[in-house]
């Protein structure tokens, strides 16, 4: 086990420094969930104990309280050079989609007005293959427009370990150092290092969180694993998927593709 993670964690560290070497302008998406504060950890062992780009976080002012309670801590401690992006309101999202995605979209706006106003060439985010269909489909190195938009059919071949980091103007790049972890590979990583967790993800009267959004459309499942020895054995057996608490998932079956195409992390 401690061998997997060592191969994890250097595959990562690897697409952490060529993204650094590579592509001018960085910042990396914080959502301060279990994946993305993995992600921070692993900038800091790449780059000897600090985070050498912004570190963004969306807020749509609706996380919940242990959230932004835990992002001003370890900002603090980890003297990360923060910045929030207020997203839009839901107003002014495509009133095609249905409710709980519209709530969802309001991310994917902020980070396109991230791109208008900071002009950055390469977006990292902790997002993984295993999480969600969609996301399987992702490369490391995903070019987008500037608008966002995702072509899902036409994206560069990366085979061992070469990866296409040169793209036309206009072009921004989704880097996904994490894309090739699973959800117990960051469980176990985060125990084996001692990284710090948001305590929603431990269970408090028989609920807990798998997955952190925004209060209005993330909800807690069942569980008793109040630690991460207890999560892990709970992870192993379970066949409750990992975004089950996420409302939007379940709201229409086009609607999670029709936000990543259109630029959602």
Not at 5 to 22: G, K, M
Not at 43 to 71: H, I, N, S, W
Not at 112 to 121: E, F, S, V
Request: aromatic share 10%; proline share 5%.
């Amino acid at each position: 086990m401690t061998a997997d993670l060592d191969y994890l964690e250097s595959q990562s560290i690897y697409i952490l420094r060529e993204a650094y070497n590579r592509i001018d302008k960085l910042a990396l998406l914080w959502s301060i969930g279990k994946d993305s504060n993995v992600l921070l950890w692993l900038c800091r062992k790449a780059f000897f104990g600090r985070v050498p780009f912004p570190v963004v976080q969306l807020d749509t002012a609706m996380e919940l309280q242990e959230v932004y309670d835990f992002r001003d801590r370890i900002a603090g401690e980890w003297d990360l050079d923060l910045r929030v992006e207020a997203c839009p309101p839901e107003a002014d999202m495509d009133q095609t989609l249905p409710p709980l995605t519209r709530a969802a979209a309001r991310k994917t706006e902020g980070l396109k007005n991230l791109l208008r106003t900071g002009k950055y060439q390469g977006i990292m985010v902790g997002i993984r293959r295993d999480e969600q269909a969609t996301r399987a489909k992702e490369r490391v190195f995903s070019p987008r427009s500037l608008e966002g938009d995702w072509d899902v059919k036409d994206q560069p071949a990366e085979f061992w370990d070469h990866y296409k980091t040169r793209f036309d103007e206009g072009t921004h790049v989704r880097i996904h150092p994490l894309l090739h972890w699973t959800e117990l590979d960051i469980w176990r990583y985060s125990k084996r290092e001692g990284i710090p967790i948001v305590p929603l993800y431990f269970a408090k009267d028989g609920k807990r969180y798998r997955s952190l959004g925004e209060k209005n459309i993330t909800f807690p499942v069942d569980s008793t694993a109040g630690t991460i020895d207890e999560i892990i054995a709970e992870l192993v057996v379970t066949r409750i998927p990992e975004r089950a608490g996420r409302a939007m998932d379940n709201e229409a079956e086009d609607s999670f593709e029709r936000l990543r195409s259109s630029g959602y992390m």
